[in-house]
Nanobody, 120 residues
Framework: VQLQASGGGLVQDGGSLRLSCAAS????????MGWYRQAPGKQRELVAS???????NYADSVKGRFTISRDNAKNTVHLQMNSLKPEDTAVYYC???????????????WGQGTQVTVSS
């Protein structure tokens, strides 16, 4: 399973960005899709996740500002980020828990990361 993320960049305090991630390969099904982030000197943390049924989970720090969505037919997940703050600056990673065709179980897959920088 390959994950291709896009949409990162530089934005001013209060601005918006939309991240997208497309999963490809011999995918049988995808359970959870999500976004993590890692700022310099900090551990990677969950930003938001969404199940194949549409249930969402958000980090407290982004609730009310970020919205995660997915398109099951296209195996894509999006993260709409509004009211961005300098503390949102980090490398954002796409993550899926997926089952490959012919595989017996689910595995964790990571994208390459996309930089989000919010200037003050």
């Amino acid at each position: 399973v390959q994950l291709q993320a896009s949409g990162g960049g530089l934005v001013q305090d209060g601005g918006s960005l939309r991240l997208s991630c497309a999963a490809s390969g011999t995918i049988f099904s995808i359970n959870i899709m999500g976004w993590y982030r890692q700022a310099p000197g900090k551990q990677r943390e969950l930003v938001a996740s969404i199940t194949n049924g549409g249930s969402t989970n958000y980090a407290d720090s982004v609730k009310g500002r970020f919205t995660i969505s997915r398109d099951n037919a296209k195996n894509t997940v999006h993260l709409q980020m509004n009211s961005l703050k300098p503390e949102d600056t980090a490398v954002y990673y796409c993550n899926v828990i997926a089952r490959r065709t012919g595989s017996g179980g689910y595995a964790n897959y990571w994208g390459q990361g996309t930089q989000v920088t919010v200037s003050s």
